[in-house]
């Protein structure tokens, strides 16, 4: 069983920056890709980013693409997401989640992934 915490939310201004952070327990890290996923309300959950455990190759969202950076550490067994030109089309809640590495990465489709943190709240105001 993996365990995932997310943390770093909060209210910020638009054009502001928030750093979120993703701590993951119960198996070895460097076996899971991760991503980050949000999801506003009434709307689907949507990919926002990727990074996989080898290569550490990252992946984005168009939407989100020159604003939000996406970082590993395996010795810390955390994911960051850095934000930054925070837009209020960006509030959301934020997930963490876990992909058991295999020969194809599925950085963008949720349902191939393993694991979900409870999710953090984002919000950004106009």
């Known amino acids: 069983q993996v365990q995932l915490v997310e943390s770093g939310g909060g209210l910020v201004q638009a054009g502001g920056s928030l750093r979120l952070s993703c701590a993951v327990s119960g198996r070895t890290f460097s076996n899971y890709d991760m991503g980050w996923f949000r999801q506003a309300p009434g709307k689907e959950r949507e990919f926002v980013a990727g990074?996989?455990?080898?290569?550490?190759?990252?992946y984005y969202a168009d939407s989100v693409k020159e604003r939000f950076t996406i970082s590993r550490d395996n010795a810390k067994n955390s994911v960051y997401l850095q934000m930054n030109g925070l837009k209020p089309e960006d509030t959301a809640v934020y997930y963490c989640?876990?992909?058991?590495?295999?020969?194809?990465?599925?950085?963008?489709?949720?349902?191939?992934?393993?694991?979900w943190g409870q999710g953090t709240q984002v919000t950004v105001s106009s």
């Open positions: 989640a876990a992909q058991y590495i295999s020969s194809t990465y599925y950085y963008a489709q949720a349902g191939k992934y393993d694991y």
């Open positions: 990074i996989s455990w080898g290569t550490r190759t990252t």
